[in-house]
């Protein structure tokens, strides 16, 4: 098929806020162009993402990040037959068969020592990543094995964990220590976002009253400090449309697996401090190119920090994110590439010189449905 990669450009303005967190309760930061930068992970925005597939997809097209795959395979086997006994031990076996071997009872805690429940079934050593259809197989192989007691084929078990990904698992892939043959590679790349201009750490100093104090305690119940930021970050990600059709082995699948992602991610924002600062916003502007070269990220259109003075900040970056693109077609394109823009508020104006801007439903319809073209058109 021909090769297609949805590239997805998001500008997007937050308030005063702490998404991110380091270790030291900071928001993450970078050094870009070397000015520090506000930064949001990767790992932060996928699994933002990933959160919002819950709404948008069937949940039996989605997998399980868990350390707890014995239960979960239990608890499947417990919805095909009740009747099963020692399922926690049929279980371990047929997980062991489809090459997950590191399975133990965690340790229990020192202060909970009679401590019973997840302290009694064993666990993976890592987060295991398995599609609901996965589960679902691997559960009816020890359903059936322990009717028949015979030993659980190894090959019927393998492949039942190898076949049938979840749509996350295909977009974000999969790694298993001990069964390399069981990875996925992710068909999706998300870039760290930063943001487009230099940003310094502030600092809330707060205080809050013990409402049960005598009236002549003039004192706070308790004092703190919470960092916080504010910017406009250039958030950047990309889909290998390839890639993630032989992940899922379907078209339809593919398709509304784009669709899926597209919505997810530009819609989504990690939850940190979100109680405490209300920062939810949406995008100033969305830019998606689908190009048949290879992915390409336009963080170098903000190398230069962006100083605004007298405009918004995401008006100017929207006119310097207009010309890294139009940098790069010039003396990279081939001419097939395809773009589609949403914009709000001065920066549409901007990024007309890219394409007509239109509403977020109608851009990725667009995007859908050249995506089906392809895939079409490989067939």
């Given amino acids: 098929m021909t090769r297609l990669f949805v590239d997805v450009h998001v500008l997007q303005t937050v308030p005063p806020s702490n998404i991110n967190r380091d270790d030291t309760g900071s928001p993450k930061s970078a050094v870009y162009g070397g000015v520090p930068r506000a930064r949001v992970s990767s790992q932060a925005w996928k699994r933002a993402t990933r959160q919002m597939f819950r709404q948008l997809l069937d949940p039996t097209t989605l997998g399980v990040r868990t350390k707890r795959v014995v239960e979960l395979v239990a608890e499947a086997m417990d919805v095909i037959d009740p009747a099963v006994s020692d399922r926690d031990v049929v279980a371990v076996e047929v997980l062991k068969a489809a090459g997950l071997k590191d399975l133990e009872k965690p340790k229990r805690s020192k202060k909970q020592p009679d401590a019973a429940g997840d302290g009694e079934r064993e666990q993976a050593k890592y987060l295991v990543f398995l599609s609901a259809t996965q589960i679902q197989r691997l559960a009816s192989l020890a359903v059936e094995a322990a009717h028949t007691g015979a030993p659980i084929d190894r090959a019927a078990a393998r492949a039942a964990a190898d076949t049938g990904n979840g749509v996350d698992v295909a977009l974000f892939g999969r790694m298993i220590a001990d069964a390399a043959d069981l990875n996925v590679d992710a068909a999706a790349q998300v870039a760290h976002a930063i943001s487009v201009h230099a940003v310094n750490t502030e600092f809330d100093y707060y205080t809050a009253v013990d409402d049960r104090a005598p009236e002549d305690n003039q004192g706070a119940g308790m004092i703190g400090l919470v960092e916080f930021n504010s910017s406009t970050l250039y958030r950047y990600a990309t889909v290998n449309v390839e890639a993630l059709q032989a992940n899922l082995g379907d078209d339809a699948a593919t398709v509304r697996a784009v669709e899926a992602f597209v919505t997810a991610f530009v819609k989504s924002m990690p939850t940190g401090k979100q109680n405490t600062f209300a920062n939810r916003t949406l995008p100033d502007a969305v830019v998606i190119s689908l190009r048949t070269d290879q992915p390409v990220n336009l963080v170098t259109a903000f190398e230069e920090p962006v100083n605004a003075a007298g405009s918004a900040r995401a008006v ?59 895939l079409r058109a490989r067939s």
Avoid at 339 to 365: H, I, Q, R
Wanted: charged share 20%.
């Fill in 316 to 374: 100017v970056a929207a006119k310097w994110l207009v010309e890294r693109h139009q940098a790069i077609e010039r003396s990279f394109g081939d001419g097939s590439t395809e773009t589609f823009v949403v914009a709000t508020g001065d920066g549409s104006g901007e990024l007309g010189a890219l394409a007509e801007p239109a509403s977020f439903a109608t851009v990725v319809g667009a995007v859908t449905a050249r995506v089906e073209s392809v």
